[in-house]
């Protein structure tokens, strides 16, 4: 089992490992890469929108800052759109 990660986001604190959000991007349709990204189940999709489906919060509420730092830590490579 992957390790847990404990992140606080918007006054919440979240407990995930990576396999929450590899099962909660099963069900995205990935949104449009501006800047950011990550590869999750072999789709790219836009950092903010995988933690935004992990933690329930709205992507707008949600910095790429922080999806930055909570998907390196989870264990996900974020790339840099050219």
Do not use: H, W
């Not at 909660?24 to 990550?38: C, D, E, F, I, Q």
Request: with cysteine; glycine share 4%; proline share 5%.
């Amino acid at each position: 089992m992957d390790p847990t990660i404990t992140f606080t986001l918007r006054g919440k604190t979240f407990e995930k490992c990576k396999d929450d959000f590899i099962n909660a991007a099963k069900v995205l349709k990935p949104g449009r890469v501006k800047k950011y990204s990550t590869v999750v189940n072999s789709k790219r999709y836009p950092i903010r929108q995988v933690l935004a489906a992990v933690t329930k919060l709205p992507a707008i509420a949600i910095t790429s800052q922080d999806a930055y730092r909570v998907l390196e830590k989870v264990g996900f490579t974020v790339d840099t759109a050219e």
